[in-house]
């Protein structure tokens, strides 16, 4: 499996209202940290969460986190 890109070797801080969000496994999408179709043809697939009340959600921005869409702070071993 090949690894996927890194846009940024820190969590992305977003308010989100409520709803559901696809967050981008890639790294190539261009509206990070969430998914444009940039994957289509590849290997990775956005992971689908849903926010049920507005609030502030750290998402990973180096594609590596064990717990995906959240950060959880391997950027900062990379």
Do not use: I, N
């Amino acid at each position: 499996m090949a690894d996927p890109a890194c846009p940024q070797k820190a969590p992305y801080a977003v308010d989100l209202a409520p709803g559901d969000y696809w967050w981008c496994a890639c790294g190539l999408s261009k509206k990070q940290p969430f998914c444009d179709g940039s994957h289509k043809g590849g290997e990775f697939t956005p992971v689908k969460f849903t926010v049920t009340q507005a609030e502030k959600k750290w998402l990973c921005g180096c594609k590596k986190t064990r717990t995906p869409p959240f950060c959880d702070g391997t950027h900062k071993s990379l």
